[in-house]
């Protein structure tokens, strides 16, 4: 009952509905329900669906701001820093002109060597430009929101990458935008290849690196790597989800003995993850079928054949 | 009805007012928290202060349920587990039910006192919530989330209470 306030005729004797307290029993059990729902059976996928897609023109009345924000930067951004960063894209277009010309003639070989040895062509990936909007509010997890969603194709598992390296992937995607789990996520792990010695390992993101800096981690590294700082690691292309070859990261550190028994080696991801604004979202490659499958099971079966043999 | 006599004879609340002001301030949290605050682990949330203010003042619009519906909004909006807010503004708003009729006998720093304690339990059910999940450590940042909304309860009461304060009847010869 409002304390001091003459509004309403008084409250009804009898029929006040449930108490607070029953309301509260069913409501943090129904939460409860949602929460398992969500984690351990992966079923809250419809609720959450429709829900955004309520929340949606609040989520876009709210990014308003923003854009002004953006848009009156760019549009009193001075003439001079325009015509610095203008000076800066040109000279970096000229490198890469350079670069996409060798990569051109290195494409071809590559298409004529693998006709030659009979191998399947290796399929150019489908990409789109995307815009990050904001960062999601949890303090323990790195991730964002990009403007680009399911009407415009985008996949869960798709790559995302800014202009120097993979940025991260697509983990939930709405009707009109889509989350992006960064490399830096403490879940987050990507295969990589590294790029000198051509071994292969897993990256997982290290959020509370040093110095307030994100980084990565190379686990299960033995401790006679052969890893040197400066190395690059770039995508393996093994997983069937990232394409092969796009960089993701420098090797900034490595500890041969680490804690427990494997070497400890620690990447600086080489995509501006605190400060990138325009991304490409790179379509996953799919899992390449038929011949292989036969292959995998059987490199699958052999271990538990020699575990039930003694 | 006993009265506190700190308290003055208000107006009766807007309806449109209060779900205005709920509607507003999830709206404006999302803008500042896209546009400024990113994962700051000490922003304050806004939204919890307006609903126990609500809750507290009008209990019998603004309940349990209201709680719940707004925190599955927040969960959804933030990408975290579906149901997180959702339990912990259950909890504070049932709380907040239960001090409703104590609460407004005390002056300001006491019931600012009184819902951090609000506060607190709210940011430590998430935090527990997320613990058992499998991500996020404690940090000493998060406290101030809490002590933030504690300390802007007196602006809240002014500010959400201005409507009521008017005269019934305005009256320019007469003083209030």
């Known amino acids: 009952m409002p304390l001091g306030t003459i509004d309403q005729p008084p409250p009804p ?43 949606a023109p609040l989520q876009w009345l709210a990014l308003q701001p923003l854009h002004a924000v953006r848009w009156s930067g760019q549009y009193l951004g001075s003439l001079e820093a325009a015509q610095r960063e203008a000076a800066v894209a040109r000279a970096e277009l000229v490198r890469q002109v350079e670069r996409a010309a060798i990569v051109e ?11 030659l040895l009979g191998l399947r062509e290796r399929l150019p990936a489908q990409s789109r430009a995307a815009q990050i909007l904001y960062q999601l509010a949890d303090p323990a997890r790195q991730r964002v929101v990009i403007n680009i969603g399911q009407q415009d194709g985008v996949r869960a598992g798709s790559a995302v990458m800014d202009g120097f390296g993979v940025l ?68 393996s292309g093994i997983d069937g989800v990232y394409p092969p070859g796009l960089p993701v990261a420098q090797i900034e550190q490595v500890t041969n003995v680490g804690a427990d028994g494997f ?48 | 009805m006993i009265m506190s006599p700190r308290q003055p004879l208000l107006l009766p609340a807007n309806p449109v007012f209060i779900w ?62 579906l149901g997180q807010h959702a339990l912990a503004y259950s ?30 339990l709210a940011h430590a059910l998430q935090w527990l919530v997320r613990a058992l999940a499998g991500d996020g450590g404690p940090d000493l940042w998060m406290l101030m989330a809490p002590l933030w909304q504690a300390a802007l309860w007196p602006l809240a009461t002014a500010l959400l209470l201005a409507p009521q304060r008017r005269a019934h009847d305005p009256d320019a010869d007469r003083p209030l």
């Open chain 1, 168 to 235: 991260g992937q697509v983990t939930r995607v709405y009707w009109g935008s889509a989350e992006v789990t960064l490399l830096t996520d403490a879940r987050q792990a990507i295969p990589v290849i590294n790029t000198r010695t051509g071994q292969r390992s897993l990256a997982f993101g290290l959020p509370l690196g040093g110095a307030g800096q994100s980084r990565m981690e190379l686990r299960f590294e033995p401790s006679a790597t052969q890893a040197m700082v400066g190395d690059v690691l770039t995508t």
């Open chain 2, 91 to 120: 909890v504070m708003c049932y709380l907040a039910v239960v001090i409703h009729r104590r609460l407004l006998w005390f002056d300001w720093k006491r019931q600012a006192l009184h819902v951090l304690m609000l506060f607190v």
């Open chain 1, 105 to 115: 003639h290195l494409a071809q070989e590559n298409r004529e060597l693998r006709t």
């Open chain 1, 263 to 310: 070497a400890q080696v620690l990447a600086l991801p080489l995509a501006r993850v605190d400060h990138a604004l325009h991304v490409l979202v790179i379509d996953p490659v799919g899992r390449p079928v038929a011949n292989d499958a036969p292959a995998a099971a059987a490199a699958n079966a052999q271990p538990r054949s020699v575990r039930t043999a003694p």
């Open chain 2, 20 to 81: 205005g002001t709920l509607v507003g301030v999830l709206l404006f949290e999302m803008a500042l928290q896209m546009a400024l605050l990113g994962r700051a682990a000490w922003a304050p949330d806004l939204l919890a202060l307006t609903l126990a203010f609500w809750v507290v003042h009008q209990p019998r619009r603004v309940g349990v349920g209201v709680g719940f519906v707004l925190g599955l909004l927040i969960d959804v909006h933030q990408g975290a587990l």
């Open chain 1, 13 to 55: 004797f009898f029929k006040q509905g449930p108490s607070a307290l029953s309301r509260l029993l069913v409501l943090s059990a129904l939460a409860l329900l949602l929460m398992v729902l969500d984690t351990r059976l992966q079923m809250a996928a419809p609720l959450r669906q429709s829900l955004a897609v309520a929340l």
